[in-house]
Structures are given as C-alpha cells and as structure tokens.
C-alpha cells in the first residue's frame, strides 16, 4: 500500500487530476472528436507511465510496485463511480508493467 500512496503523492504533485479533469472536460464538450478522445486515452496512459517512473525514482522496488499495480487492478470492480475515469484496460496495464 507504500507504493500506491506514493503514487497519489505523484499524481497530486504533478497536478496530474487538473489534467485529466481539463482533458475529460474537453472530450465531454466535444464527443464527436474522435482524435481528441483519442489523445485523451493517450493522456491518460502518458500520466501513468510518467507517474509510475516517478514512483521508482522515488525508490520503490518494481518488483513490488508492479504487484501493487495488480492487486489495484483486481480490485477495480469495487472501486467507486469517482474512479472510473481512471481505470484503464489490461493491455496498458501490462505496457506500464512492461514499462
């Protein structure tokens, strides 16, 4: 649970929520957009990679923080409504594992 605070602590020091909320903001006024909707996925998954590597800067073990990336991600059907803007799909979860 060290590392998922850490990377709330991240996330909030990089104002990476105001991001996300101006770029959700701009996909909810403009829906037919489909190359914006499309760099707003891609926004999203840049945060999290770039968190994730400020996580591991900060010196958390990646063997862990990746564990930790997966209990988060098995749990993601609790989560509450707030949070579904952030959940992403399998496959850029396992590219951030990768990563």
């Known amino acids: 649970m060290a590392q998922k605070r850490e990377e709330l602590r991240q996330h909030l020091d990089a104002r990476d929520p105001q991001w996300l909320a101006v ?8 829906p037919w957009n489909l190359p914006l909707l499309w760099m ?3 926004l999203r998954f840049a945060l999290e990679v770039d968190c994730d590597a ?9 063997e862990d923080y990746g564990l930790a990336l997966l209990f988060v ?11 579904l803007a952030l959940i992403e799909r399998p496959s850029q979860l396992e590219q951030r594992i990768d990563i």
């Open 23 to 30: 770029a959700t903001l701009l996909g909810a006024l403009l």
């Open 54 to 62: 400020r996580v591991l800067r900060a010196g958390a073990e990646a």
């Open 73 to 83: 991600s098995e749990r993601q059907a609790r989560a509450p409504l707030a949070t």
């Open 40 to 42: 707003l996925r891609r």
